[in-house]
């Protein structure tokens, strides 16, 4: 009976979790949230949380690759996915995404428990020199540039808008942010043309080694307050090596995973969960105590959930087939619609100055990883004590 009650916990958590990835605005901290204040608390509840955190994460790479939507997490993914699609190569991109999360959470797991001993002599050796790294980084990234003058000018100007929307008080800053830069801009922009339609084409290994190596980046973003997005990880992480399209793919699927995974590591260990999910769920079970449990819940998840994918995946891709300019419209209809139900009128205007630069940046052929200044620009203010939140 009692194993019966847990894996209806579980099924639901797998669903709601399903359901908001689909969703743009709905982030699985708001799902988890809105479940704990009905009063669902306890074991059965931990089932819930790691579920919903599990596929809520592999379902929102769907409306990133076909319709151009992010997350943060995600929010670099709809440069090489929704190039791939024009290329007929969507249902590719969803295969190199479920893969790069399956060898990401594999590969975790081994590393989990010698992370447990790693992080706290690691943590104390890093973070006084965490806003210098970032400086660098963010330095390298604009000198790298095609147009340094234009490059940094979007990279300003982002890291601007980011701030003042990261400091608004809205309920999810991150929608209209990127949605703005992102979905709305590309709508502006767009010229009709045929998607060609969308092959089942073999996986080759040439995403391997990005997936393992994000692994990486998953574990060292869990010790860097603040540079957590795996969007980030990956713009870093591309400086270090060329990354090509399905490597960036791969790269943001197996950070984004892995850093779920650390972030129990983390919690247990130094006591700080760098997702909120983690905090919920810490907050519901001793973290520490059921370290075992959580692990082959969250492994558990993320097979189904993939699974569930790969089985659609060719449904899923004649998502390509829409019309997009008739579709364009219901899009920005329902990014305005969830902007405003979330954020008021503060995220209305954030959007619109969010779509401007979006559509800049493409008119002006400035790469779009420069927009990425709306994360990082705060980040580094904060931790030189600019401004505190």
Not at 59 to 88: A, D, K, T, W
Not at 152 to 164: E, H, K, R, W
Not at 346 to 354: C, D, N, S, T
């Amino acid at each position: 009976m009692v194993f019966h009650v847990a894996l209806w916990f579980f099924i639901a958590g797998i669903i709601l979790g399903m359901l908001g990835g689909l969703l743009p605005g709905i982030h699985s901290n708001t799902i988890i949230s809105i479940l704990s204040s009905v009063g669902l608390s306890g074991i059965d509840f931990a089932y819930v949380i790691i579920a919903v955190m599990a596929s809520h994460q592999l379902f929102s790479f769907i409306p990133s690759i076909f319709f151009g939507i992010p997350e943060q997490g995600s929010v670099l993914s709809v440069l090489p996915g929704q190039r791939m699609v024009r290329e007929g190569n969507g249902t590719l991109a969803l295969k190199v995404v479920l893969a790069s999360f399956l060898i990401g959470v594999l590969l975790s797991v081994v590393l989990f428990y010698p992370a447990l001993s790693f992080y706290p002599l690691a943590y104390k050796f890093i973070q006084p020199y965490i806003k210098y790294i970032l400086v660098i980084f963010s330095a390298i990234l604009l000198l790298r540039t095609k147009n340094l003058v234009l490059s940094a000018g979007i990279f300003t100007l982002s890291g601007l808008l980011g701030v003042f929307s990261l400091n608004a008080g809205l309920a999810d800053p991150f929608l209209p942010l990127f949605s703005g830069m992102f979905a709305m801009g590309a709508i502006f922009s767009y010229a009709h043309g045929s998607v060609p339609r969308q092959k089942d084409a073999p996986l080759s290994l040439d995403f391997l080694k990005f997936a393992v190596l994000g692994v990486f980046g998953g574990l060292l973003a869990d010790l860097l307050p603040g540079v957590s997005s795996p969007s980030q990880v990956a713009t870093f992480f591309s400086l270090i090596m060329p990354v090509n399209t399905l490597g960036y793919l791969a790269a943001i699927s197996s950070i984004s995973v892995s850093e779920a995974v650390f972030s129990f590591a983390t919690s247990a260990s130094i006591g700080k969960a760098r997702m909120g999910s983690t905090v919920f769920l810490s907050e519901h079970i001793a973290l520490a105590d059921n370290l075992l449990l959580v692990l082959a819940v969250f492994l558990f998840s993320i097979a189904v959930a993939a699974l569930f994918i790969y089985l659609l995946r060719n449904r899923i891709s004649a998502l390509a087939k829409i019309d997009f300019s008739h579709f364009n419209l219901l899009l920005a209809g329902y990014l305005v619609a969830m902007t405003f139900i979330l954020n008021g009128l503060a995220g209305i205007v954030i959007l619109g100055f969010a779509s401007c630069l979006g559509y800049a940046t493409i008119r002006l052929g400035v790469e779009r990883t420069n927009l990425m200044g709306a994360v990082i620009i705060p980040t580094i203010l904060l931790l030189f004590r600019v401004f505190l939140k």
